[in-house]
């Protein structure tokens, strides 16, 4: 493996730890304030409430 390449790993691996963090944190500020994260999967919606559940039906407090 070329040092560019190793270089090119460290910085790909760099902005995903980077990038996780920030969304971790993004989630856990929308808990905070009682607003549902969303996520999408093969194409479909789902919605994790504040409490923690999961559902395709889109929360009131979205819409």
């Not at 390449?5 to 905070?32: C, P, S, Y």
Request: proline share 5%; charged share 25%.
């Amino acid at each position: 493996m070329s040092k560019n390449n190793i270089h090119t790993k460290d910085f790909a691996a760099e902005l995903t730890r980077l990038g996780n963090r920030g969304v971790r944190k993004a989630q856990e500020e929308n808990r905070k304030m009682g607003l549902p994260n969303v996520y999408s999967k093969n194409g479909k919606i789902y919605y994790q409430l504040p409490n923690g559940e999961i559902t395709t039906k889109k929360p009131s407090s979205l819409s």
